[in-house]
């Protein structure tokens, strides 16, 4: 009797180690890194798909079926509550790089905004007046108000408790991960780091950027500058070259009538050239101000570099050119004090880049005044585009027939 109590007991301890060991499932060590790593993925496309294009910016509606799961997964594996984050992502964008951005690096510092992101969306978060000036339109049924809201801990110990029964002590390891990918991924990386570094399609007003072209690892949200340009599209990627991930999920969403897509990044259309630009032009030159100057920037980047050429090819001295040609299509407050003397020299030194430069502040203008009426600035850009074609600069010319071609 007493023997075969101890190969009881024994049996059970064994069996005790071997679930702490491994769990349920038995996976091995690279088996619960790929669940994890698939895990934090579901986060990360529950983020940019539910809260920010969905809730925050109403790009998409999505069905009750994913919207639901979205939320609960959410729940789970940050604690997120769908109306703080919608009203502080809401807030974010209407005061961008100013005071009152609750995560700005332009505000806050870069090093601050990285390191402790999460604690500026804690604190955020507990602003009253921000909920409710923000947070319109997000979820407020009983879910939401008995099992969500408030009992953010719940949450996440559920999933604590999920992973362990999953894979044993490893599973404590995967939750870890699952609580630190949010902080480092949405509020380091894409809220430090893409307003900070990296490139832009676009001369957005505030300092957003693009971080990669390739929105895989979180979820296309990597494409930040091209978010700020146009915040109410449910696509990221605006370049042949560039990949949104998120929006590959959204298609198959809406393939299986589970997601309804509202609004794309715009796109400018052209047909025959006109004799004069008139007001449908101004139209489609104004709704399309980012694509209009984009274009622009190639021109001014192509003309720069012709002129490095031909100063290389006289065996003079490039550099002060080389160091501007960065800089010389941006507008002036985003380009650093240090670079400015640079800059008036390679314009002192290049008539054609000055009357680039120069002609890039007109055209801007015609969307940055408050004043004129509708036909004096379709008037205004008749004279533009007259002055362009008169220079004697191929790409003005070439850029300002293209400009009479567009249409809304």
């Known amino acids: 009797m007493i023997a075969s109590d101890f190969e009881f007991f024994a049996s059970l301890w064994d069996g005790l180690i ?3 060991a491994h769990g349920l499932t038995g996976a091995a060590w690279w088996q619960v890194l790929l669940v994890a790593l698939v895990f934090t993925h579901i986060t990360i496309a529950s983020v940019t798909i539910y809260l920010h294009r969905h809730s925050a ?3 998409l509606d999505l069905h009750p079926i994913p919207s639901h799961f979205f939320r609960f997964w959410l729940w789970m594996t940050t604690g997120m509550v769908t109306k703080e984050w919608t009203a502080i992502h809401r807030k974010h964008h ?3 790089e100013r005071e009152g951005d609750p995560h700005s690096p332009v505000v806050f510092g870069i090093k601050k905004v990285f390191f402790e992101g999460s604690e500026l969306y804690r604190a955020e978060a507990k602003n009253q007046e921000t909920l409710d000036r923000y947070g319109h339109n997000t979820p407020d049924d009983w879910v939401e108000r008995h099992f969500y809201t408030g009992r953010s801990r719940l949450g996440v110990s559920l999933m604590l408790i999920i992973n362990v029964a999953l894979f044993g002590v490893l599973g404590v390891s995967v939750w870890a991960l699952q609580m630190m990918w949010i902080p480092i991924t949405a509020a380091g990386i894409i809220n430090g780091i893409g307003h900070w570094w990296g490139y832009r399609n676009f001369e957005a007003t505030d300092a957003s950027t693009n971080v990669s072209p390739w ?3 979180i979820g ?3 494409l930040h500058n091209n978010h700020h340009t146009y915040p109410t599209s449910a696509k990221l990627s605006v370049k ?4 949104d991930i998120g929006w590959m999920y959204i298609t198959i969403l809406k393939s299986v009538g589970l997601a309804t897509v509202k609004k794309l990044p715009p796109r400018m259309a052209f047909g025959d050239v006109k004799p004069v630009a008139d007001e449908k032009t101004l139209e489609a030159i104004i709704a399309n101000r980012y694509e209009v100057m984009a274009g622009y920037a190639r021109e001014m980047r192509a003309a720069c570099q012709r002129e490095v050429e031909g100063l290389k090819a006289r065996s003079a001295d490039a ?3 080389d160091a501007a040609r960065r800089w ?3 507008d002036d407050d985003k380009v650093p004090a240090d670079i400015k003397p640079q800059l008036a020299l390679a314009r002192a030194e290049h008539p054609v880049l000055d009357k680039m430069v120069t002609m890039r502040e007109e055209l801007r203008a015609l969307w940055s005044s408050t004043n004129a009426t509708r036909e004096q600035l379709a008037g205004d850009l008749q004279a533009w585009c007259r002055r362009a074609e008169e220079s004697g600069i191929a790409a003005l010319r070439d850029f300002s027939i293209r400009l009479r071609s567009a249409h809304a």
């Not at 042949?240 to 990949?243: D, G, I, M």
């Open 57 to 59: 910016h109403r790009s």
């Open 215 to 217: 929105g895989i690892i």
């Open 328 to 330: 010389l299509h941006r």
């Open 94 to 96: 209407a005061k961008c």
């Open 220 to 222: 296309g949200e990597e």
């Open 319 to 321: 550099s002060v050119l």
């Open 240 to 243: 042949p070259y560039e990949f």
């Open 18 to 20: 071997q679930f702490l």
